[in-house]
Structure formats: C-alpha cells, structure tokens
C-alpha cells in the first residue's frame, strides 16, 4: 500500500499497487509527451534555422557571381563598342569617295530636271496658244449652231402646236367613254353586291350548323377527360400510398441497421480497447526484457511486420560496410516519389544479460555510434538499448543526447516504431526547404553551366571579330589597290589624250612643201602632177 497526500486539499488516502502504477505510468506519459513534443520544437526550428542560413549563404554566393558576371559583360560590351566606332569609321571613310561621286550625279541629275522643266514650261506655252486659237474658232461654230437652233425652235412649236390639237380631240372622246364605262360598273357593282350578300347569308347558315355540331363533339371529349383524369388520379393516388408504406418499410430497415451497425462497432471498439490494454500490459513487459528473441531480430521483425503499409518505400537493412574499421547494425533511408531522401538513420541496438558480469553503460557506444552516422552519411543516429534496466532517465521513453552528439537518441525496444515514425514525419515537414535546397544546387549547375556557355561564346566572339578584322582590313586593300589601278588606268589615258592631241596637231601641220623639203625627186613629181593638172581642166 502506498500513501497519497492531495495538492489542493491536503488529506491522506492509501492505494494499492496497480492504481499506485497506473497514476506512476499516467505521469510518466504525459512528461514524455510533454519533453517529445517541445524536443520535437526544438529539433524543427534548429533546422529552420539551418535552412534560413544556407539561404542566406546560397542567395549572397549567387550575387557575388552575380556581379562579377556584370563586369565582365561590361567589358565586353566596351570592347565591342570599340569595335562597333572602329568599324564605322573605316566604313564611313569608304563611304566618302562613293558620296562624292553620288553628289556630282546628283548635281547632273538636277541640272537635267531644270533644263528638262524648261522645256516642259515652253511647250505649255505652245500648248496655251494651240488652245487659244482652238477656242476661238470654236466660239464662232457655236454661234453658228445657235442660230440654226433657234429657227429650228420655231418650227418646233409649230409642230407642237398642230400635235396638241389632235391629241385634246382624242383626250375629249376618251372621257366620254371613261363615263359611260364607270356607269356599267356602277351597275355591275351593285349587282354583284347583292349577289354575295345572298351567299354570305348562305355560307352563315352554314357555318352556325358545323359549330352546334362541333360544339356537341367538345362536350363529348370533355366528358371524356374528365373521366380519364378521374381514372389516372386515382392509379396515380394508388401508386403514392404503395410508395408512402414502402418508404416507411425502408425506413424501419434503416432504422434496424443503423442500430446493428451501431451495436458491431461498438462490439469493434471494445475489441479495441481490450487490445489496447494487452499492448500496454505488453510494453510493460518489454521494457525489462526481451523474451525468446534477440533484440536485433526483435527490431527487424518489428519494422518488417509494419514496412508494406507504413513504409513503401523505405530501406532498412544491416550494415556489412566495415571498410572505416566499424559499422553500425542498421541502417534507414526513406525517400519520396520522386526519389527525394526524406530522413536517414544510424541504428545501433546493445543487449545485456543479467547474469553479466561487468555492466556496461549506453554513454559508452555514443562515440562509436556518432562516428558510423558521419561516416555513412546518415542525418540521425539512434541506440535502441536494454542497458541499465534500472535507470528511470531512459526508461521514461524516448532520450535525446543532444548536448554531447547532434541528432541522436536513446530508446528502449519498445520506442524503436515510435522514434521512426517521429523522425520521418518531422523529417517530411522539412522535406519543402530540401527540394528547395536542391533547387539551389541546381541552380548553381545552371551558373556553372551558363558561365561555360559565357566563356564559350566569348571564345567564338573574339575568333568572329578577329576574322572579321582581317577580312575587312583584306577588303580596305582591295579597294586600295583597286583604286591605284584606277588612278594608273586614268593617268594611262590622261596620256594617250596627250598623245593623240600630239599627233593630231601633228597631222594638222603635215603639208605638202613640208613632206618634199629635201627629196628633189617626190618635188618633181608634185609639181608635174600640179602642171598636168590645168591642162587636163582644159
């Protein structure tokens, strides 16, 4: 029997030992909720912060590059504006002779369009004169026309004149024949008249017989609907109270399985209950000792039993990797659809019999533990433990060791579901900030990439511009040359004009005395031909 004093009253009552272990385990209960759920707080605003700062960090690493990218696009653009104002320049300098030659055209053209004006205003004036005299003739067959018009006007109404006459003669005997034809009409009109008088009296008689007739069938079809009303509402009146009985049946059936639907889930829910308190009996039991199996075995069994519907996708096997020179005993990785980790975790489980004869202490395997976590990359480390059976520190629940390892527990076997499940769901909370991290880290590709991209086009830009360069440097001397071989070119004909002046002048002064000054001979013959000459006139 234990003795219990009241907070609030004050007063002394006795328990027995279950009701002494139950308010024991209530308590402990809520304290582990309790420290669960502000570790929890706890663990979820260390990684909030984590994130807020490798934001910070990723956000100022991308600006530093950022502006550096800016000064190097800056540069370039000088340089290419450089070579945009070299370039102009050489091809303004091209341009010059090309604008000097299209002013002179120009020059000619407007010379050619003021002697072609000139010419366009003297043959308006011949024109104004051709239709000056043009207009005078015309003036004058004008008044000749109008002359002729006017004897031809009084002709006209001569005729007209004559016309009228013998159309008023026909216009007076076509009225009397209009009258007389109006009083046939008259007559005609009156007749018919009382003809069809007699024959809508007639037609009235008639129709006043079809519509008594009518009038009697109407009745007859309105019995008839009435009747027929009288039957469907009764058929209809029939079905209602068939359907009213029925509904009130279907109600009663209702009514009986709700109340069995009732009565199995609550036969369920204490089926329920009843399995809830052999469970916790169960864990009671547990928490000191592990019966027919080992604790590894116990664990993996455990975490198999709930794997298909709790967790799909997870992998959770032993760790053979002794490579680093230790390994821990499981490792857990859990991941989303789309191949995101969600949590990993380190497991290390320790047993001891109670028969052993030097104890050991689970602060012994933390090292150890925190060690194959870094090594295997995993986020947390958990010692699922049956070490010091008597200590009340882990066998509250669920033991954080923070202040000497990050992201590490200790639990007791029965935890091992509990401490899974706590990590992955606070893990998926945080699971937004990792995807977004990995966007990051994609994003930083895209800079990698972009500034090879950068560092690419830069290299073909300045391969362009340099053969660019000495295609247009080749191109200025081309035009160079081209231009000293027109400046040959004229200065060769400049020189040929000179020498075809020469001989021109030349053959100007070839005369005759000139060509026989000192050969007697040609003289002679010059001056008989200019002998024979007169007497061949003769």
Known sequence: MHEIICPHCGKAFKIDEAGYADILKQVHDSEFERQLHERLELAEQDKRNAIELAKTKVTSELQNAAAVKDAEIQELKAKLDAGEVERKLAVSEALGVVEKERDTLANELKQT????????????????????????????????????????????????????????????????????????????????????????????????????????KLDAIEVAQKLAITEAVNKVEKERDELKGGLERSELEKQLAEKSLKDKYETQIKDRDDMIERLRDMKARLSTKMVGETLEQHCETEFNRIRATAFPRAYFEKDNDARTGSKGDYIFRDSDETGTEIVSIMFEMKNENDHTATKNKNEDFLK???????????????????????????????????????????????????????????????????????????????????????????????????????????????????????????????????????????????????????????????????????????
Request: charged share 35%; with cysteine; glycine share 2%.
């Open 113 to 216: 369009k003021q002697e072609k004006q000139a010419a366009s205003e003297l043959a308006e004036a011949k024109l104004a004169n051709e239709l000056q005299r043009a207009t005078t003739t015309k003036d004058a067959e004008i008044q000749e026309l109008k002359a002729k018009l006017d004897a031809s006007e009084v002709e006209r109404k001569l005729a007209v004149n004559e016309a009228l006459g013998v159309v008023e003669k026909e216009r007076d005997a076509l009225a009397n024949e209009l009258e007389q034809t109006k009083q046939e009409r008259q007559a005609a009109s009156e007749l018919a008249e009382a003809k069809l008088v007699h024959e809508l009296q007639r037609a009235a008689a008639i129709k006043n017989t079809e519509i008594q007739g009518l009038k009697a």
């Open 368 to 538: 150890e533990l925190d060690k194959d976590r870094t090594e295997k990359g995993c986020e947390y480390a958990v010692l699922v433990s049956l070490l010091e059976p008597d200590s009340e520190l882990y066998n509250t629940g669920i033991v954080d060791v923070f202040h000497r390892y990050p992201k590490m527990y200790v639990v007791r076997p029965q935890f091992f579901l509990p401490i899974i499940t706590l990590l992955r769901n606070a893990a998926m909370n945080s699971l937004k900030y990792k995807s977004e991290l990995a966007l990051v880290k994609a994003q930083n590709i895209d800079i990698t990439n972009f500034e090879t991209e950068l560092e690419s086009f830069k290299g073909a830009f300045a391969k362009n511009y340099d053969i660019a360069s000495r295609r247009f440097q080749t191109a200025i001397d081309e035009i160079d040359k081209s231009i000293d071989h027109l400046q040959k070119t004229k200065d060769a004909l400049l020189g040929a004009d000179r020498n075809l002046r020469l001989a021109n002048d030349k053959a100007q002064d070839v005369t005759i005395k000139k060509l026989t000054r000192g050969n007697p001979t040609m003289a002679a013959k010059f001056a008989e031909l200019k002998n024979e000459s007169p007497s061949d006139a003769e």
